[in-house]
């Protein structure tokens, strides 16, 4: 790979065929930079589910896998995104992710690992998560991730968005429809990806919330006086003011790309709009400023608790903060969820997951890009959009039954591979 020193008025325009080349006019410094495909370049899990062993090589581009139901798609791609995330988004805890196999030994584990080529040079992930010994007479104990980089061990916070995945399901329709701690998670979901300082102030925000309503419980019983909410308030806004402004200005930016995708995939029809809703009061709500930072956010927070101090002790929960917060979702100026026919609930929710992967290209390696039985279940001219929408990315995993009505073109531009049993063949 060579470099070569390029003017910033010379940055024309980007194609991705095998490499990436920006392509300038002769009056520039240089002609062509050639950069690598950012994809999962190998992947191997181990007691993963339906994956008693995996050795996968793969390359960049287009990626089908197909296969009868429960034999292990999903589970493929949800190892991708536990491995860019740290996180599972369809186990309930993480001793779901070990296989049956696994579980009858005595120290029950899964590994995921995999070699990314990146921008700047090839990075290795792993990922571990032991499970409570079966030995007889061990203590009782939960199921935990263990991470490493390049072979060394690290903390999730230094884990977390060393590989960007975004992550289409069927589901998403709950985007639209569901209930405001799926758009929580949606937001979350990116910006830990995105921004370290984001995802620690999360995870602090979520553990300080706990100790902080065990006070209000105790204010509620009479055995601790409203001093001892002193002890977490002033971390409390702190930590929520970084999640707050984050939420406040990745909305702002996604609001303009998913208006562009739901553009693009309707045909332009509709108007799809989107706007933070924090749940701080009206008062102290409408003080927000659009471009928010955690110094701006952390009074307003401080003071909405104040104005909460009441009806929270007699809960005996924190009721302010980010933890209630939602995203308003809009077609035409009415609320989606509510006026929403299926298909443009379906429209909306595809815009905002290409919103979401336009955003992780920010100042990085673009997402690999994991669409899960989605392409099949679309129209002609939605499946048209939506393959166009994911064109500019380096790998795209899709995922189909045996039997789905596939475009031949479609099938033709993939490398293909047949899922069965928990084991994976190109075909």
């Given at each position: 790979?060579?470099?070569?020193?390029?003017?910033?008025?010379?940055?024309r325009?980007?194609?991705?065929?095998?490499?990436?080349?920006?392509?300038?006019?002769?009056?520039?410094?240089?002609?062509?930079?050639?950069?690598?495909?950012?994809?999962?370049?190998?992947?191997?899990?181990?007691?993963?589910?339906?994956?008693?062993?995996?050795?996968?090589?793969?390359?960049?581009?287009?990626?089908?896998?197909?296969?009868?139901?429960?034999?292990?798609?999903?589970?493929?791609?949800?190892?991708?995104?536990?491995?860019?995330?740290?996180?599972?988004?369809r186990?309930?805890?993480?001793?779901?992710?070990?296989?049956?196999?696994?579980?009858?030994?005595?120290?029950?584990?899964?590994?995921?690992?995999?070699?990314?080529?990146?921008?700047?040079?090839?990075?290795?992930?792993?990922?571990?998560?032991?499970?409570?010994?079966?030995?007889?007479?061990?203590?009782?104990?939960?199921?935990?991730?263990?991470?490493?980089?390049?072979?060394?061990?690290?903390?999730?916070?230094?884990?977390?968005?060393?590989?960007?995945?975004?992550?289409?399901?069927?589901?998403?329709?709950?985007?639209?429809?569901?209930?405001?701690?799926?758009?929580?998670?949606?937001?979350?979901?990116?910006?830990?990806?995105?921004?370290?300082?984001?995802?620690?102030?999360?995870?602090?925000?979520?553990?300080?919330?706990?100790?902080?309503?065990?006070?209000?419980?105790?204010?509620?019983?009479?055995?601790?006086?409203?001093?001892?909410?002193?002890?977490?308030?002033?971390?409390?806004?702190?930590?929520?003011?970084?999640?707050?402004?984050?939420?406040?200005?990745?909305?702002?930016?996604?609001?303009?790309?998913?208006?562009?995708?739901?553009?693009?995939?309707?045909?332009?029809?509709?108007?799809?709009?989107?706007?933070?809703?924090?749940?701080?009061?009206?008062?102290w709500?409408?003080?927000?400023?659009?471009?928010?930072?955690?110094?701006?956010?952390?009074?307003?927070?401080?003071?909405?608790?104040?104005?909460?101090?009441r009806?929270?002790?007699?809960?005996g929960?924190?009721?302010?903060?980010?933890?209630?917060?939602?995203?308003?979702?809009?077609?035409?100026?009415?609320?989606?969820?509510?006026?929403?026919?299926?298909?443009?609930?379906?429209?909306?929710?595809?815009?905002?997951?290409?919103?979401?992967?336009r955003?992780?290209?920010?100042?990085?390696?673009?997402?690999?890009?994991?669409l899960?039985?989605?392409?099949?279940?679309?129209?002609?001219?939605?499946?048209a959009?939506?393959?166009?929408?994911?064109?500019g990315?380096?790998?795209?995993?899709?995922?189909?039954?045996?039997?789905?009505s596939?475009?031949?073109?479609?099938?033709?531009?993939?490398?293909?591979?047949?899922?069965?049993a928990?084991?994976?063949?190109?075909?």
């Amino acid at each position: 790979m060579s470099f070569h020193l390029i003017h910033p008025s010379c940055l024309r325009e980007i194609s991705r065929q095998q490499t990436t080349r920006l392509l300038l006019p002769v009056t520039c410094y240089s002609v062509l930079v050639t950069l690598p495909h950012v994809h999962i370049r190998r992947l191997q899990l181990t007691g993963f589910r339906t994956y008693p062993k995996l050795d996968l090589a793969l390359d960049a581009g287009r990626l089908l896998f197909l296969g009868d139901n429960a034999q292990g798609k999903s589970n493929l791609l949800e190892a991708i995104y536990l491995l860019a995330s740290g996180r599972s988004v369809r186990a309930a805890n993480d001793g779901e992710l070990i296989g049956w196999g696994a579980e009858s030994e005595g120290q029950p584990f899964t590994r995921l690992q995999a070699d990314i080529a990146r921008r700047d040079g090839p990075i290795a992930l792993e990922t571990l998560v032991v499970g409570p010994s079966n030995a007889p007479g061990a203590p009782s104990t939960r199921a935990g991730k263990r991470f490493r980089v390049n072979g060394i061990p690290r903390r999730a916070i230094d884990f977390v968005g060393q590989l960007r995945a975004v992550l289409f399901t069927a589901d998403d329709l709950e985007l639209i429809s569901g209930p405001p701690a799926v758009r929580r998670a949606y937001l979350d979901a990116a910006l830990s990806q995105l921004d370290r300082a984001y995802y620690a102030a999360l995870q602090r925000y979520g553990r300080i919330m706990q100790q902080r309503n065990a006070s209000l419980r105790r204010i509620r019983e009479g055995i601790a006086g409203l001093d001892e909410l002193a002890l977490w308030d002033d971390s409390f806004t702190r930590e929520g003011a970084t999640i707050i402004a984050g939420r406040i200005n990745a909305v702002v930016r996604l609001a303009g790309l998913a208006a562009t995708a739901h553009g693009e995939l309707s045909g332009a029809l509709e108007a799809l709009e989107l706007a933070y809703e924090p749940q701080l009061g009206e008062e102290w709500s409408r003080l927000l400023p659009t471009q928010a930072t955690p110094a701006a956010v952390q009074p307003l927070f401080a003071a909405a608790l104040t104005a909460q101090r009441r009806r929270e002790t007699a809960a005996g929960v924190s009721l302010a903060g980010p933890h209630r917060d939602d995203i308003s979702i809009k077609l035409n100026g009415v609320a989606a969820a509510s006026f929403g026919s299926r298909a443009q609930i379906r429209t909306a929710a595809l815009a905002l997951r290409l919103a979401e992967a336009r955003l992780l290209m920010t100042n990085a390696d673009p997402p690999v890009l994991l669409l899960d039985d989605i392409v099949s279940e679309l129209d002609e001219s939605r499946r048209a959009s939506v393959l166009a929408g994911v064109s500019g990315f380096d790998q795209v995993w899709f995922t189909a039954t045996a039997n789905a009505s596939l475009p031949p073109g479609f099938r033709a531009s993939c490398r293909t591979y047949t899922v069965h049993a928990g084991s994976i063949t190109e075909t």
